[in-house]
């Protein structure tokens, strides 16, 4: 269909683009970054060919570039909190923990209600070990999406290394109820009450 669209008009920037979704969301993400250098090229202003084309660099594990091509879509688009977004998650996976939660937090400024954006925040708050920083995170994600299991985890292992096991065996029951089938949530059950009868 796309093929056929870019025949009539070879030219067409968001044919290409739209070519380039299509591919990505096929899993040909090379296939995909080749469509969104074409959109790009017959509109260097293309701000969503660049977004898409940066997602695509960022699942084949190209988190560098990834940053890069977030910071065109931001130079593009100041407002455009998904480009925060998919920035922080590249940083993070580069290690790069209190640059991620900076652009995490630009993002929640553009976009307060995104609960992933508190929960992936919370989790490069817990790489860096700022588990009291965490655990606010992780309670707006779960105030923005309460039947998150994840966010009840970390909030609970974030009390757990802060030694207040009473308060993480509480969160932790509240996981067991939403999620009776997390085999981590038990786990991590009997770490606290071992802590508790010590």
Not at 69 to 98: F, T
Not at 132 to 147: G, M, N, T, V, W
Request: hydrophobic share 35%; charged share 30%; glycine share 4%.
């Amino acid at each position: 269909m796309f093929d056929k669209e870019i025949e009539l008009n070879p030219y067409s920037s968001d044919a290409y683009r739209s070519k380039g979704l299509a591919l990505s969301l096929l899993g040909k993400f090379e296939e995909a970054i080749d469509s969104f250098d074409k959109a790009i090229k017959f509109d260097p202003k293309n701000i969503d060919a660049y977004f898409k084309k940066g997602f695509a660099l960022f699942r084949l594990g190209k988190y560098q570039d990834t940053i890069e091509l977030c910071d065109r879509v931001i130079e593009l688009d100041p407002m455009h909190s998904e480009a925060y977004y998919n920035k922080a998650s590249a940083l993070s996976k580069l290690g790069k923990y209190q640059a991620s939660v900076d652009s995490y937090n630009k993002s929640i400024e553009l976009n307060p209600s995104d609960d992933g954006a508190y929960f992936n925040k919370g989790m490069s708050l817990f790489d860096l070990g700022k588990y009291q920083e965490a655990i606010r995170a992780y309670d707006k994600a779960i105030f923005l999406s309460p039947q998150n299991p994840l966010a009840y985890y970390y909030k609970s292992s974030c009390l757990y290394n802060l030694k207040r096991y009473q308060e993480a065996l509480k969160v932790c029951e509240q996981l067991i109820d939403i999620n009776p089938k997390s085999l981590n949530a038990y786990e991590l059950k009997i770490l606290i009450l071992k802590k508790l009868k010590s």
